[in-house]
């Protein structure tokens, strides 16, 4: 870690909200390039993931954390308390909301987060993204009201992470936001994660895409090995599901589901590293693993 310079500011900013309000692409928006996985699908997010903002005088360490929801798991328990740890840790708070959901309002599930926003006496800032899905903009302004009866909040923000909209001016009020400190990553470094925990994002990402219903959530990806071979880099990946019926999905019919996961996953992983890579994948069955302490360890939830 350098020291800290005169005037320059640092800080982690952990981004919040109920599952499927957009915190990974906004955080992707916000850091400038992809570290966060994204899908229309609920959940996607499992570890929270931190992306990098170097700017000038500042840095920026985003905490993209995993839905906040009721635990029915032993993997939703350990997502909703990373959470908590993240919020623990946080300079300031990113409040993310469906702004698309203006004439129902708020549920209990945004109410939940804000009173765990609200218990860190954090400088937070309440964001309505999706402000792209209203016909008109001012269809948000109920959602403002309600929002300022909450809690009082740093800013409020009208905004879409899909289209960028006001994501320039949320970043100035971000480093405001910051303290004065050092720099906690080297310039050119957009996240900490290693490369491996990565691949196994991307490859679960195209996963959530090709299939359906219940069976993405059954999945999980682990990486087995990277082999070096002459030009290309083989990674042997291991997808886990929990039942008989879900590896033949996973598989589709002769294989066509998990080639095309593989197709997809390869392109992006090649774009991510900037190598040929050769991507082996295999469905396992392991029944139970969302349940499984030990299993869930072993993938770093």
């Not at 303290?179 to 994660?193: A, H, I, K, L, S």
């Not at 997808?239 to 997809?264: A, D, F, P, Y």
């Not at 040929?276 to 770093?300: A, C, H, M």
């Amino acid at each position: 870690m350098t020291e800290a310079v005169n005037g320059f500011r640092s800080g982690f900013v952990a981004v919040v909200g109920r599952p499927n309000v957009g915190k990974s692409t906004l955080v992707n928006r916000l850091v400038g390039r992809k570290v966060s996985i994204t899908s229309p699908r609920p959940q996607t997010t499992r570890n929270p993931v931190r992306g990098v903002r170097n700017g000038d005088g500042f840095q920026i360490v985003f905490i993209d954390t995993p839905g906040s929801q009721k635990p029915r798991d032993t993997l939703r328990r350990r997502m909703q308390e990373q959470v908590v740890s993240s919020l623990s840790e946080a300079d300031a708070v990113l409040f993310i909301l469906d702004a698309s959901q203006a004439k129902s309002g708020f549920g209990k599930g945004d109410r939940y987060v804000a009173d765990l926003v609200s218990a860190t006496n954090t400088p937070a800032i309440a964001c309505l993204n999706k402000l792209d899905l209203l016909k008109r903009k001012d269809e948000a302004l109920p959602l403002v009201k309600e929002l300022s009866e909450i809690r009082p909040w740093h800013e409020v923000y009208l905004l879409s992470a899909t289209t960028g909209l006001n994501t320039k001016p949320l970043m100035k009020s971000i480093t405001a936001l910051l303290p004065e400190g050092p720099r906690y990553f080297p310039d050119g470094v957009v996240t900490d994660y290693p490369e491996g925990f990565i691949i196994s994002e991307f490859i679960r990402e195209k996963a959530l895409s090709a299939l359906r219903e219940e069976i993405p959530h059954a999945v999980a990806v682990e990486i087995d090995e990277v082999e070096e071979k002459d030009s290309v880099t083989v990674i042997y990946a291991i997808l886990h599901v929990e039942r008989k019926s879900q590896r033949m999905v996973v598989l589709g019919k002769n294989g066509q589901t998990i080639r095309k996961i593989g197709t997809e996953a390869r392109q992006e992983v090649e774009r991510l590293l900037g190598v040929r890579i050769y991507l082996d994948l295999k469905v396992k069955v392991t029944p139970g693993w969302r349940s499984n302490p030990q299993f869930l360890e072993r993938l770093g939830l």
